[in-house]
C-alpha cells in the first residue's frame, strides 16, 4: 500500500514536471531572444510575466466566463507584456546602450526597472480591492484522471505545446527568415550591420515587442492554473534564468533545461519530502544548485540544440 502510495506520487510529480518545466523553458524563450539579440542579461524580464498575467485577469474578468473571456485575456496579456518590454527597453536600456553600457551596467539597470515595475504593480494592487492575489476566472479543467490521485489537466497541454511550438517558431525565424538574419547580424556587430543598411533600431524594437509578448503568453499560461501576485514573476526568476543559461540561451536547449529542472524539482522534492521529511520550500535550491554548477563548469551552457544544428547545416 505504501509502495503504490509512493509510485503514484512519484508519477504525479513526473506529471507536474512536465508542465512546470515547460512554463520554466517556455518563459526563459523571451529572455533568451532578448538577451542573444541586445545583449542585455534582463532581470526586469520577470515584471513582464507578471503585468501579463495580471493583464489576463482583468481582461477575463471584465469580458467575462467562456472562450470570448480566454481569447481577450490571451490578447491582453501579450500585448501588455510586448508594452512592458519595449517601453523599458526605450526608457532605460536603449539609452544606456547608446552611451556605451556593458552588460554590467545593463544587468544592474534591469534590476531597477524590476522594481520600479514590481513595486507600481504591487501599489496598485494594494489599493484595489482583490488584486494582491488573482487568477484567471477559467480555470485548469482535468482531462484524465490516473488512479484517482494523479491528473492530467489542459494546462499541462497548454504549457507543453506552447513550449515546443514557439521555440519552433523562434528558431525558424532566427535561421529561415531575412528578419531573423538582421537580428543575427546586430547581435554579432551592431555598427556593421547598421552599414550594411540593416535598421539597427527597429530590430532591437521588434525583438523586445516578439520577447515581451512571449513573456505576456507566459503569464497568460501561469494565471490559468495558478493564483499570482505581483512578486510572483520575481518568485520564477531563478528557475527562468536557470533553464536559458543551462540552454546556452538557445531555443530548444532552453525548453529542454526547463523541463528537465522542473522534473527534478517536483520528483527530488517529492522524494526527500517523502524519506527525509524535507520542507518543499527548499526546491529552489535545486535551480540554485544548477546555475552554479553550470557557471563553474559549462558557462556556455549545457544543451545548445541550436548551435548545433546550425553547425551541421554549414
Not at 524563450?29 to 542579461?41: A, D, E, H, N, Q
Not at 491582453?76 to 547608446?98: C, H, N, Q, R, Y
Not at 525583438?207 to 499560461?221: R, Y
Amino acid at each position: 500500500m505504501v509502495e503504490s502510495a509512493i509510485l503514484y506520487g512519484v508519477l504525479g510529480a513526473v506529471v507536474n514536471g512536465l508542465r512546470v518545466g515547460s512554463l520554466y523553458g517556455l518563459m526563459a524563450l523571451g529572455l533568451t531572444l532578448i538577451f542573444r539579440v541586445t545583449k542585455v542579461p534582463n532581470f526586469a524580464y520577470a515584471e513582464y510575466i507578471t503585468y501579463g498575467a495580471y493583464a489576463a485577469y482583468l481582461a477575463a474578468v471584465a469580458a467575462g466566463v467562456g472562450g470570448a473571456g480566454l481569447a481577450a485575456a490571451l490578447l491582453i496579456a501579450v500585448v501588455v507584456g510586448a508594452a512592458a518590454a519595449l517601453t523599458s527597453d526605450e526608457l532605460a536600456f536603449k539609452p544606456l546602450w547608446k552611451r556605451g553600457a556593458t552588460p554590467l551596467h545593463l544587468l544592474v539597470a534591469s534590476i531597477g526597472v524590476g522594481l520600479v515595475l514590481r513595486y507600481s504593480l504591487l501599489a496598485v494592487a494594494a489599493s484595489a480591492a482583490g488584486l494582491l492575489e488573482a487568477a484567471l476566472p477559467v480555470r485548469s479543467a482535468t482531462i484524465l484522471s490516473i488512479g484517482g490521485i494523479v491528473s492530467v489537466e489542459t494546462s499541462h497541454l497548454l504549457a507543453i505545446g506552447a513550449a515546443v511550438v514557439f521555440a519552433a517558431a523562434l528558431h525558424w525565424l532566427f535561421t529561415r527568415t531575412r528578419t531573423g538574419k538582421a537580428m543575427r547580424a546586430t547581435a554579432s556587430n551592431p555598427v556593421l550591420a547598421r552599414v550594411t543598411g540593416i535598421n539597427i533600431y527597429a530590430i532591437r524594437r521588434i525583438t523586445w515587442l516578439i520577447g515581451g509578448g512571449l513573456a505576456g503568453f507566459a503569464g497568460f499560461v501561469y494565471a490559468y492554473y495558478y493564483y499570482v501576485n505581483p512578486e510572483s514573476g520575481w518568485l520564477m526568476l531563478l528557475w527562468i534564468f536557470a533553464a536559458a543559461t543551462m540552454g546556452g540561451f538557445t531555443f530548444y536547449g532552453s525548453i529542454v533545461s526547463g523541463v528537465l529542472l522542473g522534473l527534478a524539482e517536483q520528483v527530488v522534492s517529492f522524494l526527500a519530502n517523502t524519506y527525509l521529511g524535507l520542507s518543499t520550500a527548499y526546491a529552489p535550491v535545486i535551480a540554485l544548485v544548477a546555475l552554479i554548477v553550470v557557471l563553474m563548469y559549462r558557462p556556455e551552457g549545457v544543451i545548445r540544440l541550436e548551435s548545433l544544428s546550425l553547425k551541421r547545416r554549414a
